[in-house]
């Protein structure tokens, strides 16, 4: 009888380890891997506490997409965890090993970090979500009981269960991204080619660019011998151009400024900010020597925080720049965004010059047309 007492619960822990492993078959996107593996866990392990990170693909820090029971103060303090932190986490991430603690001294002698952080639980694991021997996240559990060896099995095995299918979400959704990417370049195609003349192109591509490259999108074009680019812009928030004239006013272009578009368009080099953070704010305004007061009042109001900025490179030369920003929406841009908006620059920037190219043609051959006819023309009745 003792045996069979014994048995019951690797028996149910087996049970319940299969049903999680039918329902994240089923999973078609990282919200529902998320949702099975923070419910699943209720039970039968005694977890009050749930979490899941998850690190983007070449990033080194640690996103939590979702948890259960865990203090908001808490969660909004640990959204983002570098994996070179002294945390158990990033710890569990970048040496591919559960960490274990039982309980509250245990775990502030070991992480001096946690000291006066809030719990809602005794003791924790952090248990890494390893695929092809890359760790693409953190599962992190709660607890106030003592672990048997059954339930870190279980968990370690629905761990093993959750790295395998965020694994294959992300193909899928990659496939999906890339037949999407490949669809809007080839409207944008069209949207070039449609227009009148360089400036009409302009203005039709930016336009067609929000949201999918953005919630804002500028393109700058720099005549032969020009100097100051003509700006175009378009942003799903209509009132946004009232704050794009405030800084062109505030801080006109600058051929030789060592950042942003006028850098882009002279060195024909892309800048890429997948997150405006405090570091980056501060080596921009000492780059350029702007009042830090007066530089963090506008980025608030016009919200940035992300941006890609590339050349628009022709075979002659660098026509220009185009700059994608993410403002209301909160989206950050990655690799993939990366790609794709060189990819556009790539298709556009010839394009771009030639419809400029061709409007010069005409109006010479109008002058010329102008030049040679005669003054007045004869009266043919005299």
Request: proline content about 6%; aromatic content about 4%.
């Amino acid at each position: 009888m003792d045996r069979e007492q014994r048995a019951a619960p690797a028996e149910e822990l087996l049970a319940r380890l299969q049903v999680i492993s039918l329902e994240l078959a089923a999973a078609m996107s990282i919200d529902d891997v998320s949702a099975t593996v923070l419910d699943a866990l209720e039970a039968p392990v005694p977890a009050p506490s749930r979490s899941l990170w998850l690190r983007p693909p070449g990033n080194d820090v640690l996103h939590l997409v979702g948890h259960r029971g865990m203090q908001g103060s808490v969660a909004e303090q640990f959204a983002r965890i570098d994996m070179a932190a002294d945390l158990p986490g990033a710890i569990a991430a970048r040496e591919l090993r559960t960490i274990v603690s039982e309980g509250r001294d245990d775990a502030v002698a070991r992480f001096a970090v946690l000291r006066d952080v809030p719990r809602t639980t005794n003791g924790f694991v952090a248990i890494p979500l390893i695929a092809d021997h890359v760790c693409v996240g953190v599962l992190g559990v709660g607890i106030d009981a003592e672990l048997r060896g059954s339930d870190l099995g279980f968990l370690e095995a629905v761990a093993a269960q959750v790295g395998q299918t965020i694994m294959r979400v992300r193909l899928t959704e990659r496939d999906h991204r890339r037949r999407l990417e490949l669809e809007f370049l080839a409207n944008l195609t069209e949207t070039a080619l449609a227009a009148t003349d360089h400036h009409d192109l302009m203005e039709r591509v930016c336009a067609a660019a929000v949201p999918t490259l953005g919630d804002w999108c500028a393109m700058y074009f720099v005549p032969e011998n020009g100097t100051v680019p003509e700006v175009v812009s378009a942003s799903v928030d209509p009132t946004s151009a009232e704050i794009v004239e405030l800084l062109a006013t505030r801080f006109p272009y600058d051929p030789e400024r060592p950042i942003g578009v006028p850098a882009v368009i002279r060195t024909g080099i892309t800048q890429f900010v997948p997150d405006l953070t405090q570091q980056v704010f501060d080596t921009a305004v000492n780059t350029l020597g702007i009042d830090p007061v007066e530089a963090r009042a506008l980025v608030d109001q016009v919200g940035v925080k992300s941006a890609i900025t590339v050349a628009l490179r022709t075979r002659r030369r660098v026509v220009g720049a185009m700059q994608f920003v993410h403002t209301e929406s909160g989206r950050h841009y990655d690799q993939d965004d990366l790609a794709l908006a060189e990819a556009v620059a790539g298709r556009l920037s010839e394009a771009l010059d030639a419809a400029w190219l061709a409007e010069q043609q005409r109006r010479i051959a109008v002058t010329l047309q102008q030049a040679l006819l005669p003054p007045t023309l004869p009266d043919d009745r005299k």
